[in-house]
């Protein structure tokens, strides 16, 4: 497994990636545009991907200008595998080293994402919209969970 960062090169198979997901699906997959990627991932933040045997299988994407966790998703065949922890990681150690600022994120209720959050620390902070929970992330907290 290989995390590394994501270059214009990877958007279409990014793409591939969240529209091959279970949960929190697209309902238009139109409503994500290979712009938008490259916005997020290059002028607005950072991006992520995960490769094994040199074939991307998972991304991620912050964005630092309205600290949300724009994306994190894995192709559904590697989920349990360690993928999103690891580029989970990656993204949070990059954005609280550029910023201090608490780092948000909204995903749907009662879903292995909701979980996979709780789990890994964040706390509910309310509603994102009428059919997500919003989660937050503060530098003080990653650094102590880290530190565990």
């Not at 909204?106 to 919003?134: H, L, V």
Request: overall charge negative; some cysteine; glycine content about 8%.
């Amino acid at each position: 497994m290989i995390i590394r960062e994501a270059i214009v090169e990877d958007i279409s198979r990014m793409q591939q990636i969240r529209n091959a997901v279970k949960e929190n699906m697209l309902p238009d997959p139109g409503l994500v545009r290979d712009e938008d990627y490259d916005l997020f991932m290059n002028e607005k933040g950072n991006g992520w991907v995960c490769a094994i045997d040199e074939k991307v299988v998972g991304f991620a994407i912050v964005d630092l200008q309205d600290h949300n966790v724009w994306a994190l998703f894995i192709l559904p065949e590697f989920e349990g595998r360690g993928i999103g922890k690891a580029l989970h990681e990656q993204l949070l150690n990059w954005y609280f080293n550029q910023t201090k600022t608490t780092l948000w994120l909204g995903t749907a209720y009662n879903t292995r994402a909701e979980k996979f959050y709780r789990a890994a620390g964040w706390k509910e902070a309310g509603t994102n919209g009428p059919k997500e929970i919003r989660f937050e992330m503060t530098d003080a907290r990653w650094k102590a969970l880290r530190a565990h």
